[in-house]
């Protein structure tokens, strides 16, 4: 890994290639090579056709309608997420297929075939109803990865209310900030979640994060017990399986959505501080999540499938949930750390279930490098046949140890490059039809029209680099950030006129393959984790002893990035490893486990240009041990040398 720059060095090496065993090309669900020729020339009519594996309520007859940047996909059909991915399986021979195999943390196991989640979700869709949610309104949900997630989402959806899941390993304060945002009045959540074999206090969490927001019930799942030590409110908090006994046993109709209604709300990184809650609808989004699982994922009806990414992201919502649901799929879901009680818990769980699609993000897989091949090895993994990655770039030696170590060189890898925004994979290859390169995710998916462009908006020629961008609309793209379509027009297509702007830097080889640079923006990306320098910056300048932070990302081996703070105590604060700890711990508070900087350094000043601004480019040099570049801009070139003598007393 490294800085882009280095990466690229690293990349632009790299010539080894993978083909497809003539057996997997063979079996393929996609292994028509003219389907990448037929969708560039007829995208909507490659989208109509893939839309048709779900079962629409009312026929659309309106493909795609592109009013930059508004796009609609399918607006006059209407459809129900839940009955494609639940209920529309009950009526069929998947009636008592493994929906989720689902394992705890601690051991406990759960089976839940499409017949027994559909009754669940029924249930829960009760529950939901008899506390007043109605179609449209928002629920947020702060769960582990266990059933219930899933169950509630569904449960949302089949009502059409609009869930905003927040990831369990965020704080109180970043949960309020997305209730408050999404104006949310009933929050799902837990007594407390298993992590490494310790406690995350959901509800107490919770708790905090509800003063002063418009929650007025807490439905609180009883994951944990005593051990929790959670209260419940008198006359605000239910517990879930008290209410879910008290209701009827029936099924809950499905409401039949518009195509463009929205289905949910997921709070990503940007560059602000504030997070922007990205808009996803139900028939487009459904398509995409649904049509990768068929191409990308080449799911077959036995596949036993397993995404280590939680839900609380969008990988978990597009690839444990609406994908694999979607298309039938018997999903493996897994509660806890990889290496609770030890390091070969993935190993351990493939063997068992005899996993045959394996999903992963490059960062745990430099932690399994870090551990050592002893622990596959110790188990039998030939039930592997596909393996996919995302959340960041891969490094090809990384992709190198997973493809002999775990796939012993017969399962092709799926590098997967998309976003929240985007809703599901957009440049990937499909495994029968493209051969692979290690660190290169490939191409576009069919129906996905993908350029890298110079600054002044011209596509660049192969043996390139630039702006990654997306020049036509696809079916599961962002409809706007919640309550801020001014940000959404801005942000995304705010560059070059319709044409949206992920965000990434990328480099175009000469078979035209993708190679993704990582973030050009101030979003670091740490484990495959978004988080806005702004963020973090904000968190520390909320302390009273900062006066001014600045927050780069630098290279990290294991983490692809590190968060490395600079900041400038007020006057009168003295500087001490205490300080340091209590600052990383402000971040926590504030934000999250995933956002504590690795490392604080104080300095008088910080690095500015004679406009004021902070020059991050030369934090970033500091920070990854760099001879620094140019400087000439810096107002007060003394400041670098009292940093540069700082990091360097700190190694
Ligand atoms: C799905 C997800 C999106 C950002 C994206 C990019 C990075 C994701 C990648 C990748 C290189 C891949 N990213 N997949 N970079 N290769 N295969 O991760 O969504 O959390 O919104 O992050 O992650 O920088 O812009 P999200």
């Not at 990854?624 to 801009?633: I, N, S």
């Given at each position: 890994?490294?800085?882009?720059?280095?990466?690229?060095?690293?990349?632009?090496?790299?010539?080894?290639?993978?083909?497809?065993?003539?057996?997997?090309?063979?079996?393929?669900?996609?292994?028509?090579?003219?389907?990448?020729?037929?969708?560039?020339?007829?995208?909507?009519?490659?989208?109509?056709?893939?839309?048709?594996?779900?079962?629409?309520?009312?026929?659309?007859?309106?493909?795609?309608?592109?009013?930059?940047?508004?796009?609609?996909?399918?607006?006059?059909?209407?459809?129900?997420?839940?009955?494609?991915?639940?209920?529309?399986?009950?009526?069929?021979?998947?009636?008592?297929?493994?929906?989720?195999?689902?394992?705890?943390?601690?051991?406990?196991?759960?089976?839940?075939?499409?017949?027994?989640?559909?009754?669940?979700?029924?249930?829960?869709?009760?529950?939901?109803?008899?506390?007043?949610?109605?179609?449209?309104?928002?629920?947020?949900?702060?769960?582990?990865?266990?059933?219930?997630?899933?169950?509630?989402?569904?449960?949302?959806?089949?009502?059409?209310?609009?869930?905003?899941?927040?990831?369990?390993?965020?704080s109180?304060s970043?949960?309020?900030?997305?209730?408050?945002?999404?104006?949310?009045?009933?929050?799902?959540?837990?007594?407390?979640?298993?992590?490494?074999?310790?406690?995350?206090?959901?509800?107490?969490?919770?708790?905090?994060?509800?003063?002063?927001?418009?929650?007025?019930?807490?439905?609180?799942?009883?994951?944990?017990?005593?051990?929790?030590?959670?209260?419940?409110?008198?006359?605000?908090?239910?517990?879930?399986?008290?209410?879910?006994?008290?209701?009827?046993?029936?099924?809950?109709?499905?409401?039949?959505?518009?195509?463009?209604?929205?289905?949910?709300?997921?709070?990503?990184?940007?560059?602000?501080g504030?997070?922007?809650?990205?808009?996803?609808?139900?028939?487009?989004?459904?398509?995409?999540?649904?049509?990768?699982?068929?191409?990308?994922?080449?799911?077959?009806?036995?596949?036993?499938?397993?995404?280590?990414?939680?839900?609380?992201?969008?990988?978990?919502?597009?690839?444990?949930?609406?994908?694999?649901?979607?298309?039938?799929?018997?999903?493996?879901?897994?509660?806890?750390?990889?290496?609770?009680?030890?390091?070969?818990?993935?190993?351990?769980?493939?063997?068992?279930?005899?996993?045959?699609?394996?999903?992963?993000?490059?960062?745990?897989?430099?932690?399994?490098?870090?551990?050592?091949?002893?622990?596959?090895?110790?188990?039998?993994?030939?039930?592997?046949?596909?393996?996919?990655?995302?959340?960041?770039?891969?490094?090809?030696?990384?992709?190198?140890?997973?493809?002999?170590?775990?796939?012993?060189?017969?399962?092709?890898?799926?590098?997967?490059?998309?976003?929240?925004?985007?809703?599901?994979?957009?440049?990937?290859?499909?495994?029968?039809?493209?051969?692979?390169?290690?660190?290169?995710?490939?191409?576009?998916?069919?129906?996905?029209?993908?350029?890298?462009?110079?600054?002044?908006?011209?596509?660049?020629?192969?043996?390139?680099?630039?702006?990654?961008?997306?020049?036509?609309?696809?079916?599961?793209?962002?409809?706007?950030?919640?309550?801020?379509?001014?940000?959404?027009?801005?942000?995304?297509?705010?560059?070059?006129?319709?044409?949206?702007?992920?965000?990434?830097?990328?480099?175009?080889?000469?078979?035209?393959?993708?190679?993704?640079?990582?973030?050009?923006?101030?979003?670091?990306?740490?484990?495959?984790?978004?988080?806005?320098t702004m963020e973090v910056e904000s968190a520390l300048v909320d302390h009273k002893s900062v006066a001014e932070a600045a927050v780069i990302?630098r290279?990290?081996?294991?983490?692809?990035?590190a968060i490395t703070a600079f900041v400038t105590l007020k006057e009168g604060v003295v500087a001490s490893p205490e300080l340091v700890a209590e600052l990383k711990q402000h971040v926590v508070i504030q934000i999250g486990a995933?956002a504590r900087p690795e490392e604080i350094l104080f300095t008088a000043e910080l690095p500015k240009?004679?406009?004021a601004k902070i020059m991050r480019?030369l934090l970033?040099?500091i920070a990854?041990?760099?001879?620094?570049?140019?400087?000439?801009?810096l107002a007060d070139p003394s400041v670098i040398d009292a940093l540069k003598s700082q990091y360097q007393d700190k190694e």
């Open positions: 890994m490294g800085t882009p720059a280095d990466h690229l060095d690293t990349l632009l090496k790299e010539t080894r290639s993978f083909a497809p065993s003539s057996e997997f090309q063979g079996n393929a669900n996609f292994n028509d090579p003219s389907i990448y020729e037929r969708a560039l020339e007829d995208p909507e009519g490659y989208w109509s056709e893939q839309a048709k594996h779900l079962d629409w309520f009312t026929p659309y007859t309106k493909i795609c309608e592109w009013n930059p940047p508004h796009a609609a996909w399918f607006s006059d059909g209407t459809l129900n997420a839940t009955y494609n991915a639940v209920d529309r399986h009950r009526a069929t021979y998947r009636k008592n297929k493994a929906a989720i195999l689902w394992e705890g943390e601690p051991g406990d196991r759960r089976v839940l075939t499409y017949d027994m989640l559909g009754r669940e979700v029924d249930r829960a869709a009760h529950m939901l109803a008899s506390l007043g949610v109605k179609k449209g309104d928002r629920v947020a949900i702060y769960l582990p990865m266990i059933p219930e997630l899933p169950i509630t989402m569904l449960a949302c959806a089949k009502i059409g209310a609009i869930h905003t899941i927040v990831f369990a390993g965020f109180s970043s949960l309020r900030d997305r209730i408050l945002d999404a104006d949310a009045n009933v929050l799902v959540t837990a007594d407390a979640g298993h992590r490494r074999g310790g406690i995350i206090p959901l509800k107490a969490n919770a708790d905090d994060a509800v003063d002063g927001t418009h929650v007025k019930t807490m439905v609180v799942v009883n994951r944990v017990g005593a051990p929790s030590g959670a209260t419940m409110t008198e006359g605000r908090d239910v517990a879930w399986e008290t209410l879910m006994a008290e209701m009827p046993n029936t099924p809950y109709p499905c409401e039949p959505m518009n195509a463009e209604d929205i289905l949910y709300i997921l709070y990503t990184s940007g560059t602000t504030k997070p922007k809650g990205i808009v996803h609808t139900t028939g487009g989004y459904l398509v995409g999540a649904n049509t990768s699982m068929r191409s990308v994922f080449d799911l077959k009806d036995d596949d036993v499938y397993f995404c280590t990414a939680d839900i609380g992201w969008v990988t978990g919502h597009t690839y444990i949930v609406y994908g694999p649901l979607t298309a039938g799929a018997t999903v493996v879901m897994y509660e806890g750390a990889p290496d609770f009680p030890n390091r070969d818990r993935f190993w351990q769980i493939i063997e068992r279930y005899g996993v045959t699609i394996f999903y992963t993000a490059p960062t745990s897989i430099r932690t399994f490098m870090k551990w050592g091949p002893q622990h596959p090895a110790a188990y039998d993994l030939s039930s592997l046949r596909l393996m996919g990655t995302v959340g960041e770039p891969i490094n090809p030696e990384a992709w190198m140890w997973y493809h002999e170590h775990i796939g012993h060189g017969n399962c092709p890898i799926v590098d997967t490059w998309w976003q929240t925004e985007t809703g599901c994979a957009m440049i990937a290859p499909l495994p029968g039809l493209i051969n692979t390169k290690p660190g290169s995710a490939t191409r576009p998916v069919p129906g996905i029209s993908v350029a890298v462009f110079d600054e002044h908006g011209q596509a660049v020629q192969p043996g390139s680099g630039g702006y990654l961008v997306i020049t036509k609309p696809w079916p599961s793209m962002l409809r706007t950030i919640w309550r801020d379509d001014e940000r959404f027009a801005k942000t995304y297509f705010g560059q070059f006129q319709g044409i949206y702007l992920p965000g990434d830097g990328a480099h175009l080889d000469e078979d035209r393959y993708i190679w993704i640079l990582g973030r050009i923006d101030d979003v670091i990306n740490v484990s495959g984790h978004r988080i806005g990302g290279a990290h081996e294991i983490k692809g990035q995933m240009t004679r406009s480019r970033r040099d990854e041990g760099r001879a620094l570049g140019d400087t000439t801009t």
